[in-house]
T-cell receptor, first 113, second 117 residues
Framework: DAKTTQPPSMDCAEGRAANLPCNHS???????VYWYRQIHSQGPQYIIH???NNETNEMASLIITEDRKSSTLILPHATLRDTAVYYC??????????????FGEGTQLTVNP | SAVISQKPSRDICQRGTSLTIQCQVD?????MFWYRQQPGQSLTLIAT?????????ESGFVIDKFPISRPNLTFSTLTVSNMSPEDSSIYLC??????????????FGPGTRLTVL
């Protein structure tokens, strides 16, 4: 699986958009970009994933650059409950050989009141 | 979605003993995984629990230390054998389901917090 690079920490004001960057310059054509988050003392939680198109769901938006070498997770209106470690992971499709999540260090997002 | 429960939620054990952690999923899943999260660290994959065959271990993890069972499509156990203080971690069970939305989501249990004295 391709290696990802994320800033170790970020701060965001409550109610503002949180933009979390991720670099994955060695991503392969068949690898997806996944985002998970881990709130303190809980198991990781899926947020969103994408291949090459931008994606949006009820939790967040995922913007993937045209060359697919980087992406940004956007939480449009951050709340205090969004304080967590956010993991950007690249992975081949489910069921394919090697299709398991490999976690990096992630970004600690702190949402401040 | 899939709901994953783990037992015990936490335990304190003496060195040299073994602990078996149970993982139960509320629906049939294709793949199950076990992760370790040491204090202040990210998650590290221990192994993939295969139904009906031996688990597939990641580099640095061996069956003698972390035997895994997966007798059916909803249940798995991880045993931490001959424990030492270095095994103090949170152990998380995870599963992939092809049947629920969003497709490709991997679900995680709440974890088992293990302290070895």
């Amino acid at each position: 699986d391709a290696k990802t690079t994320q800033p170790p920490s970020m701060d965001c004001a409550e109610g503002r958009a949180a933009n979390l960057p991720c670099n994955h310059s060695t991503i392969s054509g068949n690898e997806y970009v996944y985002w998970y988050r881990q709130i303190h003392s809980q198991g990781p939680q899926y947020i969103i994933h994408g291949l090459k198109n931008n994606e949006t769901n009820e939790m967040a938006s995922l913007i993937i650059t045209e060359d697919r070498k980087s992406s940004t997770l956007i939480l449009p209106h951050a709340t205090l409950r969004d304080t967590a470690v956010y993991y950007c992971i690249v992975r081949v499709a489910q069921g394919a050989s090697g299709s398991r999540l490999t976690f990096g260090e992630g970004t600690q997002l702190t949402v401040n009141p | 979605s899939a709901v994953i429960s783990q037992k015990p939620s936490r335990d304190i054990c003496q060195r040299g003993t073994s602990l078996t952690i149970q993982c139960q999923v509320d629906s049939q899943v294709t793949m199950m995984f076990w992760y370790r999260q040491q204090p202040g660290q990210s998650l590290t994959l221990i192994a993939t629990a295969n139904q009906g065959s031996e688990a597939t271990y990641e580099s640095g993890f061996v069956i003698d230390k972390f035997p895994i069972s997966r007798p059916n499509l909803t249940f798995s156990t991880l045993t931490v054998s001959n424990m030492s203080p270095e095994d103090s971690s949170i152990y998380l069970c995870s599963a992939l389901t092809p049947f629920s939305r969003p497709y490709n989501e991997q679900f995680f249990g709440p974890g088992t917090r293990l302290t070895v004295l």
